[in-house]
């Protein structure tokens, strides 16, 4: 098993750019989510879903859109790119009230 | 408003002491409890879940509490190694919001010196 896999590693966009960061699970998990996290503050909760054709927000959603066509894919679009949007995103999968399995990230930086 | 609060500071201890990470919480809801170990550059990988009617939970060198009343979480690494140098979260799996997803604590970076 892969696990739960992210694309890209790294990226770099301009303000006012558009861009899907992509999110895959291999362990028929039932709940994903979306975190960010920025020095100091923690992992911050963006949107979530609880199965395939289910979302809904987190903490902090806006400027961030999710879809979850499938169990397995969950991606997250950045619809128009502001530098407060520069930061690591992590992607994350589990199953009830279960341990939840994190993606190595993605770091992401606007200018 | 609803926090969750560990200690920003970095604790620094010798090779074999005991480390122990506090993670409090406000106005939460009392819920599973789980603790994530995070090395630079990484995502988080999980270490140990206590759910609310549990006091104490333990694998191998860790132990986790958990105190309702408190509203706080204690993190024990028994015997440290330098190679239990990382940050290490505290996240809460909340029943009054309806999530099934974790609100995390900012966490705790703990140095073991040889």
């Known amino acids: 098993n892969a696990g739960v896999t992210q694309t890209p590693k790294f990226q770099v966009l301009k303000t006012g750019q558009s861009m899907t960061l992509q999110c895959a699970q291999d362990?028929?998990?039932?709940?994903m989510s979306w975190y960010r996290q920025d020095p100091g503050m923690g992992l911050r909760l963006i949107h979530y879903?609880?199965?395939?054709?289910?979302?809904d927000q987190g903490e902090v959603p806006n400027g961030y859109n999710v879809s979850r066509s499938t169990t397995e894919d969950f991606p997250l679009r950045l619809l128009s790119a502001a530098p407060s949007q520069t930061s690591v995103y992590f992607c994350?999968?589990?199953?009830?009230?279960?341990?939840?399995?994190f993606g190595p990230g993605t770091r992401l930086t606007v200018t | 408003s609803q926090k969750i609060e560990q200690n920003s500071e970095a604790l620094n201890i010798q090779e074999g002491k005991t480390a122990t990470l506090t993670c409090n919480y406000t106005n939460y809801s009392p819920a599973y409890l789980q603790w994530y170990r995070q090395d630079p550059g990484r995502g988080p990988v999980f270490l140990l879940l206590i759910r609310e009617n549990e006091k104490e939970k333990r694998k191998e060198r860790l132990k986790v509490t958990f105190d309702t009343t408190l509203k706080q979480s204690l993190f024990h690494i028994t015997a440290s190694q330098p190679a239990d140098s990382a940050t290490y979260l505290c996240?809460?799996?909340?029943?009054?919001?309806?999530?099934?997803?974790?609100?995390f604590g900012s966490g705790t970076r703990l140095q073991v010196q040889p």
């Open positions: 362990m028929n998990h039932e709940y």
């Open positions: 994350a999968s589990h199953q009830g009230r279960n341990e939840q399995y």
């Open positions: 996240a809460l799996d909340r029943q009054d919001t309806g999530r099934r997803a974790l609100t």
């Open positions: 879903s609880v199965g395939a054709g289910i979302t």
